[in-house]
């Protein structure tokens, strides 16, 4: 008898879209991955990671088994030491001698386990997350102003507003199924869209305005923007009456002169703006990280939501202030109290909420206030107070900001356990223990995503070796410090139930959260449990705000200049992220298809100040903040402001020696929030001229090479690494694996061209050159592995008969480059997206490159002739 093999319904592990995603295992460690037609917060839709979450599900670069040191070790051992040393530094430092770094990427189940073990029987509220890097300024604004870590918001609205403002998100690369969601609503309603980031991103270029503001100025713009609408009767007197409370002096707080200025703004753009906002009273802003991650982030926060609060443009449909979550369960650890600076189930710290915590748990002990958070929390483990800490599901020696601090810090600590599904990265390398957790594909539970809805991940393929979940893992350390009934927990199943019970606890209506009626589920009832939302699709539309008198809070916020500048830093660094690579890559950059996009670092500047800088297009530059400095390569682009650059955040120690984005962004902070300012540094850049540069194209990757400059990223059969350095390029060839070798060394002219064959097929190729001339790397890069291609050609970087150059991949699901696309654009006459794709296909997989597409039909004629 031969099995069918089930499809399991589960959600993606990537963005907080929260995707569903149908899994089929096909066998070892295969699965086909298709968009689930009836989750409602995908309709069958997924981006391009989603969609390639095949190539990144093998067992490649895992950890496999408890490390102690570099010793593997059995579960009980490891666990009984972890649980030992934390036990043995609270007996002798006290509970704030240790800490927990949590991640948005740990299922609900394991986030309660984890804020349980440390607030309610550790005592101590040291347990805080890199959403501290992501939500942090979203949940102090929502709780200043409605009381509670509510989103207003649920998807649906996008589909029913007339106007929607992007407020520092580049949707169409971070919310890709979001973003086609909205395109739908364009194309069916003729909903507007506006931008406001200071960059053209491809979600810019999309829109019907475009405003690139002065980084740090959105508070500014939408204090403007109110102004401007009380001023045109646009306020709703009603909802200001009986529904917010705004204190005397709110109106001349938020007072701001000239907006266009300050924003560096035409002011007809800001006047189209105010009228748009006029024309549209069903009006959605979404907002991500060039909100969030602001020194001023809670403030934006509050300047968007009173905005909104004011107009009575919330709890309607079509309207509303939307954060949107980074992380796939950004907003479970929300509510499970994941924070240091929330308890559980989002109660805050009174004494009346701890003492309900502690009763609801049965605990030995509680913490008695916040605890310390990521920042302080890191900083805390540098000056030695911190002497014990437990890392999951996170790799902060590359995303906190500082992040050589950070490094210093976890060298300096005592015991650094680090539980992660990958064997290297770079914070495992400051681990005493490691424990192996489960991966997407293996893990069970649920995660949360932007518009409050709860979704199962589930497993669909078996536990390799020795990984264990995340929750299991603290659970069982849990037991071994004495607490054996508290975390007595079977399955995950049980755990949900108590978290369940917990947002119930004597909550009588006072908390929006509350999913009590699951606290009696049947495992069978968890494992099938459909997506839900709580709070329903608009949670305030009829309900009080959950604040003492029931109404919101107008927040007052003033926009105040930054005055940030450092002596020889007259520029501005930018962070954030390229469409298909997910954080530090330790997962996307798995997938050949995925690492097609970007195979290289790029620091976008301006073209005028390119030549300022005396840098060159396509040449290296050193990037430099008064904390750091990384080499990256240079684009010149008119989509950037001058005088400011974009670098991205995906390379770690593990796929380069440049590009290292964490070592310059330094600790300043949003006062509130404590959220990191990572969007607007200063700093400044130079030419990296290098003696010599050189490619690799190998099917093995070597050992970490020392230059000034390299990144590794993977191919289809290989890797393609990329270098520059000075000194002598011929030490380069300790880099070429064993084999037969075919060379061309002009040492005089410092070129190097060497092939290594192994069994006929072409296994490394290195080019260097002294000049910078170098062939290009796609078709090498198409001949890896591959038979009966003449050494000659190899050897030239090219074949005898020219092949077309596609130029780089836009389309990554059906391998189509941009040159490809632009002659079909210019030689067909085609005008839209669906007309590109009858034709060759592009964007009518995913769709993630279809806001590309888009861009290039308008830009064709000077892409042609370019
Ligand atoms: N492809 C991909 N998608 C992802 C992720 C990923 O790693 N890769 N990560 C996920 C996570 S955890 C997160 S948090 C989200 C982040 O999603 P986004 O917030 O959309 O992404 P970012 O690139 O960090 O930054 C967004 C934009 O803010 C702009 N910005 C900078 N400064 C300002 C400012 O002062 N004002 C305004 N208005 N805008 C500004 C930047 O130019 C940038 O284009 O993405 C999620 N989705
Ligand atoms: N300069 C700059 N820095 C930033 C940002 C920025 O915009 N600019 N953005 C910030 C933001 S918003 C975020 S969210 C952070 C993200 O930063 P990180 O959280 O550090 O990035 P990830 O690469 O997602 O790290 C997740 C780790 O968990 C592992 N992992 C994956 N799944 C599991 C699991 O189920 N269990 C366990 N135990 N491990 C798992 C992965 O292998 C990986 O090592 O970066 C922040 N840092
Ligand atoms: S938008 Fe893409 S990354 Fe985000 S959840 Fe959906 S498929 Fe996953
Ligand atoms: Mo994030």
């Known amino acids: 008898m031969t099995s069918v093999p089930a499809t399991v319904k589960t959600a993606c592990p990537y963005c907080g879209v929260g995707c569903g995603v149908l899994a089929t295992a096909t066998g070892g460690r295969g699965a086909t991955i298709a968009g689930d037609p009836n989750h409602p917060a995908n309709n069958g839709r997924l981006c391009s990671k989603g969609t390639h979450l095949e190539e990144t599900i093998g067992l490649e670069g895992r950890l496999l088994h408890p490390m102690i040191g570099s010793e593997r070790a059995g579960w009980h051992e490891a666990l009984d030491l972890?649980?030992?040393?934390?036990?043995?530094?609270?007996?002798?430092?006290?509970?704030?001698?240790?800490?927990?770094?949590?991640?948005?990427?740990?299922?609900?189940?394991?986030?309660?386990?984890?804020?349980?073990?440390?607030?309610?029987?550790?005592?101590?509220?040291?347990?805080?997350?890199?959403?501290?890097?992501?939500?942090?300024?979203?949940?102090?604004?929502?709780?200043?102003?409605?009381?509670?870590?509510?989103?207003?918001?649920?998807?649906?609205?996008?589909?029913?507003?007339?106007?929607?403002?992007?407020?520092?998100?580049?949707?169409?690369?971070?919310?890709?199924?979001?973003?086609?969601?909205?395109?739908?609503?364009?194309?069916?309603?003729?909903?507007?869209?506006?931008?406001?980031?200071?960059?053209?991103?491809?979600?810019?270029?999309?829109?019907?305005?475009?405003?690139?503001?002065a980084p740090d100025t959105d508070i500014a713009l939408f204090n403007g923007l109110l102004l401007e609408m009380k001023a045109r009767w646009q306020l709703d007197g009603g909802h200001l009456a009986t529904r917010t409370s705004v204190n005397d002096g709110f109106w001349e707080s938020i007072a701001t002169s000239d907006v266009a200025a300050i924003c560096d703004v035409a002011p007809a753009d800001l006047a189209t703006f105010y009228d748009l906002f006029t024309d549209h009273p069903r009006t959605v802003t979404l907002f991500s990280q060039g909100v969030n991650q602001s020194t001023s982030g809670?403030?934006?926060?509050?300047?968007?939501?009173?905005?909104?609060?004011?107009?009575?443009?919330?709890?309607?449909?079509?309207?509303?202030?939307?954060?949107?979550?980074?992380?796939?369960?950004?907003?479970?650890?929300?509510?499970?109290?994941?924070?240091?600076?929330?308890?559980?189930?989002?109660?805050?710290?009174?004494?009346?909420?701890?003492?309900?915590?502690?009763?609801?748990?049965?605990?030995?002990?509680?913490?008695?206030?916040?605890?310390?958070?990521?920042?302080?929390?890191?900083?805390?483990m540098a000056k030695g107070k911190i002497k014990a800490v437990w890392i999951m599901a996170t790799n902060p020696a590359v995303s906190m900001p500082d992040a050589r601090m950070v490094r210093v810090a976890l060298a300096n600590c005592p015991f650094v356990v680090v539980s992660d599904c990958i064997a290297d990265t770079d914070t495992q390398r400051y681990a005493q223990v490691r424990l192996p957790a489960l991966a997407w594909g293996e893990k069970d539970g649920t995660v949360t995503n932007s518009e409050r809805r709860i979704s199962r991940q589930r497993s669909f393929m078996t536990a390799p070796d020795e990984a264990r979940a995340d929750w299991w893992q603290v659970a069982e350390v849990g037991k071994r410090m004495g607490f054996s009934e508290a975390f007595a927990y079977p399955d995950a199943a049980s755990v949900f139930r108590e978290f369940a019970a917990q947002t119930g606890f004597e909550n009588a209506g006072t908390r929006v959260l509350d999913i009590s009626d699951r606290a009696t589920m049947s495992n069978a009832d968890y494992d099938d449990m459909?997506?839900?939302?709580?709070?329903?699709?608009?949670?305030?539309?009829?309900?009080?705000?959950?604040?003492?008198?029931?109404?919101?809070?107008?927040?007052?916020?003033?926009?105040?200049?930054?005055?940030?500048?450092?002596?020889?830093?007259?520029?501005?660094?930018?962070?954030?992220?390229?469409?298909?690579?997910?954080?530090?890559?330790?997962?996307?950059?798995?997938?050949?298809?995925?690492?097609?996009?970007?195979?290289?670092?790029?620091?976008?500047?301006?073209?005028?100040?390119?030549?300022?800088l005396?840098?060159?297009?396509?040449?290296?530059?050193?990037?430099?903040?008064?904390?750091?400095?990384?080499?990256?390569?240079?684009?010149?682009?008119?989509?950037?402001?001058?005088?400011?650059?974009?670098?991205?955040?995906?390379?770690?120690?593990?796929?380069?020696?440049?590009?290292?984005?964490?070592?310059?962004?330094?600790?300043?902070?949003?006062?509130?929030?404590?959220?990191?300012?990572?969007?607007?540094?200063?700093?400044?850049?130079?030419?990296?001229?290098?003696?010599?540069?050189?490619?690799?194209?190998?099917?093995?990757?070597?050992?970490?090479?020392d230059c000034a400059y390299w990144t590794a990223i993977r191919t289809a059969n290989g890797w393609l690494i990329e270098l520059a350095g000075d000194g002598d390029p011929a030490d380069l060839v300790a880099l070429l694996p064993q084999g037969e070798r075919a060379e061309m060394i002009d040492a005089r002219r410092g070129v190097i061209r060497s092939a290594v064959v192994v069994d006929g097929h072409l296994h490394a190729a290195l080019f260097a050159s002294r000049s910078g001339g170098l062939p290009p790397r796609e078709w090498l890069v198409a001949r890896l592995g591959q038979g009966n291609t003449p050494m000659i050609e190899v050897l030239a970087g090219r074949p005898a008969t020219p092949v077309a150059d596609r130029g780089p991949i836009v389309c990554v699901c059906f391998d189509i480059g941009l040159k490809t696309i632009v002659s079909a654009i210019a030689d067909q006459s085609l005008i839209s997206v669906e007309a590109v794709g009858k034709a060759i296909n592009a964007g009518t997989n995913c769709g993630s490159c279809r806001p590309a597409i888009a861009n290039l039909i308008p830009r064709q004629k000077e892409l042609a002739h370019g």
């Not at 107009?311 to 650890?333: C, E, H, L, V, W």
């Not at 195979?599 to 976008?604: A, D, I, N, S």
């Not at 903040?625 to 682009?637: E, K, L, M, N, Q």
Request: glycine fraction near 10%; hydrophobic fraction near 40%.
């Open 530 to 612: 459909a997506p839900f939302q709580w709070g329903g699709a608009s949670p305030f539309a009829t309900r009080d705000y959950p604040t003492a008198d029931g109404k919101a809070r107008l927040i007052p916020v003033t926009y105040v200049p930054r005055a940030d500048g450092s002596r020889g830093m007259p520029m501005r660094l930018n962070t954030g992220r390229y469409r298909d690579q997910w954080h530090t890559m330790t997962r996307t950059g798995l997938s050949p298809k995925l690492s097609q996009h970007r195979r290289e670092p790029l620091v976008e500047i301006h073209p005028d100040t390119v030549r300022r």
């Open 298 to 380: 809670t403030d934006k926060a509050n300047a968007i939501i009173n905005l909104h609060l004011a107009t009575g443009r919330i709890g309607k449909p079509g309207s509303g202030p939307f954060s949107i979550t980074g992380q796939p369960n950004a907003m479970g650890g929300r509510e499970v109290g994941g924070l240091a600076s929330m308890l559980a189930a989002h109660m805050g710290f009174s004494d009346a909420e701890r003492d309900r915590a502690q009763r609801f748990w049965q605990s030995p002990t509680i913490c008695p206030g916040p605890g310390l958070k990521a920042v302080d929390m890191f900083d805390a």
């Open 82 to 213: 972890v649980a030992s040393r934390f036990a043995a530094t609270i007996a002798e430092h006290g509970p704030d001698s240790v800490a927990f770094y949590a991640s948005g990427q740990m299922l609900t189940e394991d986030y309660y386990a984890a804020n349980k073990l440390m607030k309610g029987f550790i005592g101590t509220a040291n347990i805080d997350t890199n959403s501290r890097l992501c939500m942090a300024s979203a949940v102090a604004a929502h709780v200043r102003a409605f009381g509670e870590d509510v989103v207003p918001c649920s998807y649906e609205d996008l589909d029913q507003a007339d106007l929607i403002l992007l407020v520092g998100s580049n949707t169409a690369w971070c919310h890709p199924v979001v973003w086609q969601r909205i395109e739908a609503a364009r194309a069916a309603r003729g909903t507007k869209l506006v931008v406001i980031d200071p960059r053209r991103t491809e979600t810019a270029e999309r829109a019907d305005l475009h405003l690139a503001i």
């Open 614 to 705: 005396g840098l060159t297009d396509g040449g290296l530059a050193r990037v430099a903040t008064p904390h750091g400095a990384s080499i990256f390569r240079v684009a010149a682009t008119a989509d950037q402001r001058r005088r400011e650059m974009f670098v991205p955040i995906h390379w770690s120690d593990q796929t380069s020696g440049g590009g290292r984005t964490g070592l310059l962004p330094g600790n300043d902070r949003d006062p509130v929030s404590g959220q990191p300012g990572f969007k607007n540094i200063p700093a400044t850049a130079s030419a990296y001229k290098p003696g010599w540069t050189a490619f690799l194209v190998t099917r093995t990757r070597p050992a970490a090479p």
